[in-house]
């Protein structure tokens, strides 16, 4: 678990340090940099999908990574044992990330030489991760020009247990790694997790019988569909046309329950959900046991799932808001906690009243 972090020259975040509960839930303005705290610690999540940095940070230019631009400093994120340093080099970007003093990976990152609608995604890569005698090469299909990198052949003995998941829809589910949780950021072995993890398995299916329609599996084609009954006829679907808000259910749920003793991060897991999939999203949340999480949302009945659930203790609510064009953090203390749950105070509703306190 994480115990205390700290973020330098990160985008909005000139220099920002807290220490994080169990579940961290953080509110705020639109703006303020919730999405940039999460982003920060989720560079670790990097090793999952090295060549595609967009997928985890949203940025035009690596320039944007830094604070005001200002590429004359190090980007520098801490947490525990482990460190992230993103150095500006020629003219693109040096990132290491390290556990104590071992490097875990470490690239040149430069920007695309010819703009176009894969931007984000086509940035020339350069690097390696170390411990080669047990990693595999692998062929990027998708940066521009075709890289070459080495992957773990036994992939979750090095990967990073901090996760970043953002909700994506796709058409093909292509990933095959054997990892045993769902892949950051968009859970491209979604499909093959359900295959071959039976409780996972089970609590998909669980969420589709709600609506009366039954999981059918097809192994050789590694592909998922549903299925519903018609008098004595048999029609399946597409999982890739059912609907968003059951796929979210779905990669939110998953991502939680294929995890243990891992950092999770979300980025409005509540969006185009349903009320009960939220209460449902919420309670899971609260009563998992064994990982931590970041959270950061706009959504009242979310946050007060979650502390309607949470064990005493194992929740802080961070309200995020500028200063000098700076992201700031600040801590609701217990009282303003109760006064949230028990006199049903709307925490968004009332944001300049916490951040006046």
């Known amino acids: 678990m994480i115990k205390?972090?700290?973020i330098r020259n990160f985008k909005s975040i000139k220099d920002l340090e807290f220490k994080p509960a169990k579940i961290n839930v953080f509110i705020g303005e639109p703006n303020t940099g919730k999405s940039n705290i999460l982003e920060a610690i989720g560079l670790f999540s990097l090793l999952y999908d090295p060549d595609r940095p967009g997928a985890f940070v949203r940025f035009r230019h690596l320039s944007n990574l830094f604070h005001d631009e200002n590429m004359e400093e190090k980007i520098k994120i801490t947490f525990n044992n482990k460190k992230i340093e993103i150095t500006a080099k020629?003219?693109?970007?040096y990132i290491c990330l390290k556990q104590g003093r071992d490097k875990l990976f470490e690239a040149n990152y430069y920007d695309p030489k010819v703009p176009g609608p894969r931007e984000y995604d086509a940035f020339e890569f350069e690097g390696y991760l170390p411990g080669q005698r047990e990693y595999s090469l692998y062929k990027s299909k998708e940066?521009?020009?075709?890289i070459k990198m080495v992957l773990p052949a036994r992939p979750e003995k090095q990967m990073s247990p901090i996760k970043f998941y953002r909700y994506r829809p796709l058409m093909r589910f292509r990933e095959t790694q054997p990892f045993s949780f769902l892949k950051p950021p968009?859970?491209?072995n979604l499909a093959t997790l359900i295959h071959t993890h039976e409780t996972l398995r089970n609590v998909v299916s669980n969420i589709f019988e709600q609506y009366g329609y039954q999981l059918l599996l097809k192994p050789h084609q590694l592909e998922i569909e549903i299925v519903k009954k018609t008098g004595p006829i048999l029609i399946s679907l597409p999982y890739t046309l059912v609907a968003d808000t059951l796929q979210r259910q779905v990669f939110f749920m998953l991502a939680i329950k294929s995890n243990k003793d891992s950092v999770l991060l979300f980025e409005e897991p509540e969006a185009h959900a349903f009320p009960r999939h939220i209460k449902t999203l919420?309670?899971?949340?609260a009563m998992?046991?064994?990982?931590?999480?970041?959270?950061?949302t706009h959504n009242p009945y979310l946050l007060r799932s979650i502390m309607e659930k949470?064990?005493?203790?194992?929740?802080n609510i961070y309200a995020t808001y500028m200063k000098d064009y700076q992201t700031r953090l600040k801590l609701l203390d217990r009282k303003t906690m109760e006064d949230i749950f028990v006199k049903?105070?709307?925490?968004?509703?009332?944001?300049e009243r916490f951040l006046e306190e």
């Open 282 to 285: 919420a309670e899971t949340i």
């Open 310 to 315: 949470a064990p005493k203790g194992s929740l």
């Open 288 to 296: 998992d046991k064994t990982n931590q999480f970041f959270i950061a």
């Open 344 to 351: 049903d105070l709307d925490p968004f509703f009332n944001l």
């Open 186 to 188: 968009n859970g491209e």
């Open 4 to 6: 205390k972090v700290r």
């Open 143 to 146: 940066a521009q020009p075709q």
């Open 90 to 93: 020629g003219e693109g970007c």
